[in-house]
T-cell receptor, first 113, second 115 residues
Framework: NAGVTQTPKFQVLKTGQSMTLQCAQDMNHEYMSWYRQDPGMGLRLIHYSVGAGITDQGEVPNGYNVSRSTTEDFPLRLLSAAPSQTSVYFC????????????FGNGTRLTVT | AQTVTQSQPEMSVQEAETVTLSCTYDTSENNYYLFWYKQPPSRQMILVIRQEAYKQQNATENRFSVNFQKAAKSFSLKISDSQLGDTAMYFCAFRHTSGTYKYIFGTGTRLKVLA
């Protein structure tokens, strides 16, 4: 099983550029989410989805869009990149069952100059 | 809103010794789930242990165990017989039992195991 696959692993953007971080899981998980990790801040939830066609905002949604057209895919879009979005981004999924843990992708390191 | 606090940004421990990482949380719910995740330098996030709030018995996984104090809203992780491979960031996480399924993370504790 591939688990949760994130692409790309590294990305450098200029301020104002847009891009999409891809996330796919092959475990038939209902729940998918995006986090950003910054030093001293832990992991902060950006957006999440409890199933295809359903998305909701997390703690830090500004500047990011998501959609969930299929169970497998949950892309994260940066509409106009800013230096404050320099971070490591993680996609994670779970079955949504009570004590089910999150399964994480390997992360994307994004630098915005 | 639920919050998770890890008050120890960095810790170190000698190889083969025992170390305890602290985590407190704030919630008005009675039923919830708690997790500890490990992030080694490879950046991969690895589940270490989980605890259901309705279970009084503390969870254990080999050298890892928790001290869950529900009334105090405390969920500490004890690592016994520390190994060099335990060097990592450790994150505590809280999860609702219903509705949104959101997982809330603490800021992490960087643990260094010394040879």
């Amino acid at each position: 099983n591939a688990g949760v696959t994130q692409t790309p692993k590294f990305q450098v953007l200029k301020t104002g550029q847009s891009m999409t971080l891809q996330c796919a899981q092959d475990m038939n998980h209902e729940y998918m989410s995006w986090y950003r990790q910054d030093p001293g801040m832990g992991l902060r939830l950006i957006h999440y989805s409890v199933g295809a066609g359903i998305t909701d905002q997390g703690e830090v949604p500004n500047g990011y869009n998501v959609s969930r057209s299929t169970t497998e895919d949950f892309p994260l879009r940066l509409l106009s990149a800013a230096p404050s979005q320099t971070s490591v981004y993680f996609c994670a999924s779970s079955t949504g069952g009570d004590n089910s843990p999150l399964h994480f992708g390997n992360g994307t390191r994004l630098t915005v100059t | 809103a639920q919050t998770v606090t890890q008050s120890q940004p960095e810790m170190s421990v000698q190889e083969a010794e025992t170390v305890t990482l602290s985590c407190t949380y704030d919630t008005s719910e009675n039923n919830y789930y708690l997790f500890w995740y490990k992030q080694p330098p490879s950046r991969q996030m690895i589940l270490v242990i989980r605890q259901e709030a309705y279970k009084q018995q503390n969870a254990t996984e080999n050298r890892f165990s928790v001290n869950f104090q529900k009334a105090a809203k405390s969920f500490s992780l004890k690592i016994s017989d520390s190994q060099l491979g335990d060097t990592a960031m450790y994150f505590c996480a809280f999860r609702h039992t219903s509705g949104t399924y959101k997982y809330i993370f603490g800021t992490g504790t960087r643990l260094k195991v010394l040879a």
